[in-house]
């Protein structure tokens, strides 16, 4: 038992910090830093672990804490670093790790159980800083151990005498109890989409995919990734493989290196007519700070908040800076559409002057012996196909004349490659031809049925015009190298120059990589991505249509209040409800004292019964019976249901005048 | 200013507290008598609450809104669990000893805490002195709260109200009842030390009824009993046998001491003459001699042992001058 004290022992400022919770606190903040720490210089990783490891030394020694212009000393020293490291301190990144040092700091400095619940709330905000880099299940699962120890520490905070073990079986406790709440919030809290002010500049770099440019090399350097692009789910069969060609941007001005997107503008949606064939899917796009979307083929709808450029390319109205999800329908081979405005098809055309004059020669060739464009077209895709061409992911580097060189020395490359060689050719016969950027292919996960396209995918084809068919798709690639095109970039590269896990031959691993990434796409649609739409959604699938924020607030507080019940119920069920004889003798004690008959403390009930029908004789018999009944009950052998009801409805119907 | 409201309107303040002092027996905290409200780390954990939220808003981080909403959640199930620490703990007051004035008394408070689940850190305050405590209750136990109380005047001196605390589990929220027990701790007046009265002729009434004390005829030897004097033990005689034994004296039957309000003078005043008659009180105790106690309308028999004492000192600590 401890001294009783006038200071108030549960006010938080007054009550110093124990050796297990400053050990607590380190702890957990460990774990909520440990993810940061990959990212951060390796000087300020040590720095905080030195400043944690000090604040424990200085516990464990009961030495008074170090003075305040010591840890300013520190704190602007670890500035100074980060602003030579970064050139600033305000950036994202080093912000979150001044951030991480200051946790840091904050420990040097906590005295009290305030400082140290400060300090925990802390290490509840650096948690969500982990989020801004990445929300995979790993570090879910990491982050949710961290709330756990963060919420044991403030449980041990608030019962300094109970033993680790039970404050971590109570935080077990709490969370299992905010659960059901959390969801709740989740699911109905009103959602606003952001961001709401501007963003740090860097925040979002370090996204991959594909760019408004397409060179030698761009695209060979973007497959050595097997980063996901995109998710589709269809509905029904999916296509085959061969005739997965996801659009992307589309590249029309070429330089006589590099191929450019170039001026653009939108157009008003017409759907395709006709077809053979429709597909219906749903897309979940990775974000890649761009504003184009993928689609197969030839795009017969247009997803929300989406516009169609001149060129049959979607594109969202906004930057894709985060997931998007979105659904489509695809028609393949559709009527064909011979439109197409003269100035577009004279752009078509536009070749770079004196660049590639070997390549120039061949298609005038060409445009001499043939009579229309198919046959230039066709006799180009036979030059190809018997030049045996290789693929390869490393292709040798290409000087001024890069497409002459190609064809004629190297006769090695990537599909970029083989693309802008095609598209120039064309359009030196005098073919009108563009370049399309985009994936070809896609794993079909076996387990959920969904194609994953990763970076890895990336691909470049062409797309010529011809009066009597419209635009129409070339794959050069597919022509010189037919592998890629029928099996996939694993199949037609030499092994060597692949990846561990792109190797055919490491089909178990691929096929664990399988389950696990059909579970990261349920967590990407289920937790990730549930937005302002989806939330419309599910209440719309919920029957509530056209909900806005009123009506989600009002059901949010209908089902917290609710749960507030459940768990007011949940408490209070393992406490020892008073006696219901008791009770009934409580209230006949009570009806007596209103009538000027109190019962004395030391009085037993045969007394007080005898008593109080000597001073209220008119209900003599009444009072007597229930004195007996009562004693019966309490001291009795047993005591029968029927006893119980008898006594409560006798004391009820007791009537003193 | 809430206070003093309350304590010029006693009866809004039983209804505002939700019993009428003093409470007999055992009184159960049952939920109308339990208030909770966030404490200030309560609020500082909303303020953290709010900042992830726009945080998560603006960056739009599912796992953010994850966590901001399980934390409320637990913020709400912390709320709930410190209300159920406190709640329907049934309190009764144990008896409290006697003391002297200046001293403190001892009030027992039992907390039952009638669940299978424990009730960490609750802390029990005596409002007016500002003792407190902090205790534990194990599951389906009773913990033991003692509150030294500090009694500065003789006479009863009640409980008065005591407020039970907790912030378990979480710090986040603050719940207490108050609770008014009818627990009472006598208080004697404050002993002045002080020589016993003469004996002299001021023993005419009646103080001293014996010749002179000392020249009282030894009688032989008894037994001892657990109320004579050590004084009269026959130390010699234990000695020897090894029993325990008591000096008889012929004239002790004769002897009584008369502590007599009359003796002493008006100049005193009513509580130094209470403190003087009680120290000569104990130290008559002490000498083992045979002593009565008079007051203004109160006569109390010679005799000796702790019950007597008790009587006396009783009267003491009671006594109210008459007319007044």
């Known amino acids: 038992m401890s001294v009783a004290l006038s200071a108030h022992p549960f006010a938080p400022e007054a009550r110093l910090v124990s050796t297990r919770d400053v050990a607590w606190l380190i702890g957990s903040l460990l774990i909520v830093i440990a993810p940061h720490a990959t990212r951060a210089p390796w000087w300020l990783t040590l720095l905080t672990l030195c400043l944690f490891g000090w604040r424990f030394y200085f516990s464990l020694n009961r030495a008074p804490l170090p003075s305040k212009w010591l840890v300013l000393g520190v704190a602007m020293v670890a500035m100074l670093g980060v602003w030579i490291e970064y050139r600033t301190i305000f950036g994202r990144q080093p912000g979150i790790l001044l951030l991480m040092l200051f946790a840091g700091l904050k420990l040097l400095e906590t005295r009290s159980h305030r400082d140290a619940a400060a300090a925990a709330f802390l290490g509840y905000f650096l948690i969500v800083t982990n989020f801004l880099y990445t929300q995979t299940i790993p570090t879910a699962a990491l ?5 756990f120890a963060i919420s044991a520490t403030l449980v041990g905070l608030a019962a300094p005498q109970r033993t680790s073990p039970s404050n971590l079986r109570t935080a077990g406790l709490l969370l299992a109890h905010a659960a059901p709440a959390a969801l709740a919030l ?77 001026s653009s503008f939108l157009v008003n949606f017409e759907p395709p007519k006709g077809g053979r064939q429709t597909h219906r899917y749903a897309v979940v796009l990775e974000p890649h700070n761009r504003h184009w979307l993928f689609a197969l083929e030839t795009a017969a709808s247009l997803p929300e908040r989406a516009r169609m450029s001149f060129d049959g390319q979607i594109v969202a109205t906004s930057l894709v800076r985060s997931r998007l999800r979105y659904e489509l329908v695809s028609v393949i081979a559709p009527d064909p559409d011979t439109a197409e405005d003269p100035g577009t098809l004279r752009r078509a055309l536009r070749v ?64 970029e490659h083989y693309a802008s060689a095609f598209a120039f050719l064309m359009r030196a016969a005098g073919v009108p031809a563009r370049v399309v950027t985009g ?43 037919p592998r890629r095109v029928e099996a996939g970039l694993s199949r037609a590269v030499p092994e060597a120059e692949l990846r561990a896990l792109m190797r055919p031959e490491l089909e178990w691993l691929r096929g664990m990589r399988d389950q696990w990434e059909a579970l990261a796409h349920k967590w990407n649609v289920w937790v990730l991505d549930y937005n302002p739409e989806r939330q419309r959604d599910l209440l719309g699938s919920l029957g509530m249509r056209d909900a806005d924020w009123r009506t989600l607030t009002a059901a949010l507080f209908t089902v917290l209040g609710l749960m507030t019940l459940a768990l007011l119920a949940w408490s209070l069920r393992r406490i020892k409800r008073p006696d219901p004889v008791q009770r009934a003798w409580r209230a006949f004690c009570l009806k007596l004292a209103a009538r000027g008959v109190e019962r004395s403390p030391h009085e037993g009930p045969r007394d007080y019964a005898a008593r109080a029908a000597r001073a209220l004789p008119a209900a003599r018999r009444a009072i007597l019976r229930i004195g007996s009944l009562y004693i019966g009950l309490r001291y009795g052998a047993q005591a029968s249901a029927a006893g119980i009801a008898r006594l409560r409805r006798m004391v009820r119907e007791l009537r003193l005048t | 200013m809430i206070e003093s409201l309350l304590a010029r309107a006693p009866r809004f303040a039983n209804w505002v507290y939700g019993f009428t002092p003093p409470e007999r027996g055992t009184v159960v905290l049952v939920h109308r008598r339990v208030y909770i409200v966030p404490t200030r780390l309560g609020w500082l954990f909303g303020a953290t609450l709010v900042i992830l ?17 399980l934390l ?113 701790c006598l208080v004697y007046p404050r002993p002045e030390r002080s020589p016993l009265p003469p004996y002299t002729a001021e023993a005419a009434s009646g103080a001293m009824r014996s010749p002179t004390p000392g020249n009282d005829d030894f009688a032989g030897l008894r037994g001892y009993q657990l109320s004579d004097s050590p004084r009269h033990v026959a130390w010699k005689a234990v000695a020897r046998s090894g029993d325990m034994l008591t000096k008889q004296f012929t ?7 008369w502590l007599d309000w009359a003796l002493l003078g008006a100049a005193l005043g009513v509580e130094q003459r209470l403190s003087r008659l009680a120290g000569w009180a104990l130290a008559a105790d002490r000498a083992g001699t045979l002593y ?27 006594f109210q001058e008459p007319g007044k």
């Not at chain 1, 066709?378 to 992911?393: H, S």
């Not at chain 1, 002459?404 to 490359?413: H, V």
């Not at chain 2, 902090?134 to 005047?153: M, Q, Y």
């Not at chain 2, 004239?251 to 001491?257: I, P």
């Open chain 1, 352 to 415: 770079p002057p004196g660049y590639n004059p070997r390549a120039v020669a061949l298609a005038a060739e060409w445009r001499e012996a043939s009579r229309t464009d198919e046959e230039v077209v066709e006799r180009a895709i036979g030059f190809l196909r018997q030049g045996r061409y290789v693929y390869t992911l490393e292709p040798p580097l290409l000087g001024r004349h890069g497409v002459d060189e190609f064809l004629f020395e190297t006769r090695a490359g990537f599909c």
């Open chain 2, 72 to 184: 409320a959640g637990m913020g709400l199930a912390g709320m709930v669990h410190t209300a159920r620490n406190l709640a329907r703990i049934a309190v009764s007051a144990g008896r409290a000893e006697p003391v002297y004035a200046g001293e403190s008394a001892q009030f027992r408070l039992y907390l039952d805490g009638r669940a299978a689940f424990e009730r960490p850190a609750i802390l029990a305050r005596h409002l007016r002195s500002g003792a407190q405590l902090v205790v534990d209750i194990a599951p389906g136990a009773l913990a033991e709260v003692v509150l030294a109380v500090p009694a500065s005047s003789r006479g009863w001196l009640a409980l008065g109200r005591v407020m039970l605390e907790t912030r378990f589990p979480l710090g986040l929220f603050r719940a207490w009842s108050y609770i008014e027990p009818d627990a009472r």
């Open chain 2, 53 to 69: 939220l726009i945080g998560s808003i603006n960056y739009a981080l599912s796992l953010g809104f994850v966590l901001t909403f």
């Open chain 1, 186 to 262: 989740f699911l109905l809290f009103p959602r606003v989409q952001g961001p709401l002010w501007g963003l740090p500049q860097d925040a979002y770099t370090g996204m991959t995919g594909l760019s408004e440019t397409m060179s030698p090399g761009t695209l060979s350097s973007l497959a050595q990734s097997d980063a996901i692009a995109f998710r589709a789910e269809f509905e029904g069969e999916a296509p085959l493989q061969r005739l997965r060609y996801w659009r992307g941007p589309l590249m029309w001005d070429f330089d006589g290196r590099t191929w450019t997107i170039g």
């Open chain 1, 143 to 147: 982050m949710g151990v961290a709330v």
């Open chain 2, 251 to 257: 004239g002790e039957a004769a002897a009584q001491l």
């Open chain 2, 292 to 318: 009565g106690l008079r007051l203004p309308g109160v006569e109390i028999a010679p005799g000796r042992g702790d019950a007597h004492r008790g009587a006396c000192l009783q009267a003491l600590a009671l």
């Open chain 1, 439 to 481: 994936y070809q292919g896609g794993a079909l996960n076996a387990f959920d049925n969904i194609i994953t396209v990763r970076q890895s995918d990336a691909h470049a084809w062409t797309e010529v015009f011809l009066r009597s068919r419209g635009w129409v798709r070339i794959d050069p690639t597919a022509a010189a190298v």
